[in-house]
């Protein structure tokens, strides 16, 4: 079960919490940029990506909210962070570029 609001909202105020969904996020950019043009919402995935790998912080706090609703605890390992950022990618990136899915 997701956390509560309280334990979520403490989640995204945590640096290091956040510079882990940074990271995470980094990694999967770099996976996004050389998928195919064919991946379902492949433009705005993309997009998303090159944001990210040029300036996270104008994303952080999307990713960290976004990544913060998912975990089941407030000491997530990397492999709960990696998934979540992988499961709100193709939300944040149709938000932030609509209209290129």
Known sequence: MALELGNQ????????FAAKVGQAACKFALEI????D????????KALANTILINFALVQAA??????????GTNPSDADIN????????????AM???SE
Not at 63 to 72: H, L, Q, S
């Open 33 to 36: 940029i050389n998928e195919a």
């Open 83 to 94: 998934g979540s950022v992988r499961a709100v990618w193709n939300a944040l990136a149709s």
């Open 9 to 16: 909202s403490m989640l995204v105020g945590d640096s290091v």
């Open 97 to 99: 570029f609509p209209g």
């Open 63 to 72: 990713f960290a909210r976004a990544v913060a609703t998912r975990m089941t």
């Open 38 to 45: 064919t991946v379902p919402n492949h433009q705005a995935r």
